[in-house]
């Protein structure tokens, strides 16, 4: 199947013997070639929906239906680059050594298309925040996912440096045509990258907003009307919570 379903998932943790309900009943649909974001306050289990949907844990119960052979990848609020490497070693990091021999030529591109051309023998302690993170979205290029899994990736950066990334990842995945599930708190960052929304509160997700084809393209000014009555909406589904 193209991309991934996520039909009536749960899941509890136990935190000093008292079992905590983070996700209740999750149904989602993520599609290919598209950026889906999980949008919601801190805490509401949008991490813990991206680990399931990648893998990294299990549900209690609920099924995770994707395709055979599907392969994922993973950005995270941390480069975790590994700092005894340079940026292109860093890249191909994950991969097999036939692998690093096959795609020789792909990594030299991936670099160009990340803006890091010239930076390929850089040490990560010589690369600043968004530099950092443009290499870890490379590192999960290289290793040609079905779905890269993006949580919260440029919340620590400056708004300036944010803004250049959230600007970098929309060319990226236009010219890769890749599958980007995003995970963010940030409103603003919801409706300026996500061709759907997600909005996930009590362990559900209580609305999804569907951004219309070719406003990516055009770019978004979220000062514009119909921008401004999707942020309202979305205050509104988050009981006005700030965010």
Request: aromatic share 6%; net charge positive.
């Amino acid at each position: 199947m193209a991309g991934i379903e996520i039909v009536d998932l749960k899941k509890s943790y136990w935190v000093e013997k008292k079992e905590l309900p983070v996700l209740t009943g999750i149904n989602l649909k993520v599609p290919e070639r598209q950026i889906t974001v999980i949008l919601g306050r801190s805490g509401c289990g949008k991490t813990t929906l991206l680990r399931l949907a990648g893998g990294l844990e299990r549900p209690d119960c609920g099924k995770i239906l994707c395709g055979d052979g599907h392969r994922m990848a993973f950005v995270f609020q941390e480069p975790r680059l590994m700092p005894w490497l340079t940026v292109e070693r860093n890249i191909s990091f994950g991969l097999r050594k036939q692998e690093k021999k096959e795609n020789v030529g792909r990594i030299r591109e991936i670099i160009r298309t990340v803006g890091l051309e010239g930076f390929e023998k850089a040490y990560p302690s010589q690369l600043s925040g968004g530099m950092k993170q443009r290499a870890a979205l490379a590192r999960a290029l290289a290793y040609r996912p079905s779905f890269i899994m993006m949580d919260e990736p440029f919340a620590a950066l400056d708004y300036f440096t944010r803004e250049q990334m959230q600007k970098e990842l929309l060319r990226v995945q236009r010219a890769e045509r890749c599958s980007i599930l995003f995970v963010t708190h940030s409103i603003d960052e919801a409706l300026l990258l996500g061709d759907r929304i997600a909005v996930i509160e009590g362990g559900r997700i209580k609305k999804e907003y569907r951004v219309e084809e070719g406003e990516k393209d055009r770019g978004r000014n979220l000062l514009e009307e119909p921008f401004i009555e999707l942020k309202k909406n979305i205050l509104k589904q988050l009981e006005d919570v700030e965010l």
